[in-house]
């Protein structure tokens, strides 16, 4: 089992910059890879970033390619995203996700573990 906790949202202007923080607790062997997706009112849930437990390769959404980086410190058990020239586009609530395996990182339903969300509005 693996509980997920975000922290970091916010209200910022446009062009601003947020930092997510997910803290990982439980069985980290449980959360080789984590994610993150957002949802905004009225849309799918989308998927924004994901990294392995290596670190290697992060994958990341096209809308956020170039503006959001993820990244994960193994010794605090944590996931950030860091978000940088936000768009009121970005506005939604942001999700830490967590798999063990899966053959696509995209795919919201292939995530066991998930957070409880935090709320990030860019204002224009």
């Known amino acids: 089992q693996v509980q997920l906790v975000e922290s970091g949202g916010g209200l910022v202007q446009a062009g601003g910059s947020l930092r997510l923080s997910c803290q990982a607790s439980g069985s980290t062997f449980s959360s080789r890879l984590m994610g993150w997706f957002r949802q905004a009112p009225g849309k799918e849930r989308e998927f924004v970033a994901a990294?392995?437990?290596?670190?290697?390769?992060?994958y990341y959404g096209d809308s956020v390619k170039g503006r959001f980086t993820i990244s994960r410190d193994y010794a605090k058990n944590t996931a950030y995203l860091q978000m940088n020239s936000l768009k009121p586009e970005d506005t939604a609530v942001y999700y830490c996700?967590?798999?063990?395996?899966?053959?696509?990182?995209?795919?919201?339903?292939?995530?066991?573990?998930w957070g409880q969300g935090t709320q990030v509005t860019v204002s224009s």
């Open positions: 996700a967590a798999r063990r395996s899966g053959n696509y990182y995209y795919k919201d339903s292939e995530y066991s573990y």
């Open positions: 990294i392995s437990w290596s670190g290697s390769s992060p």
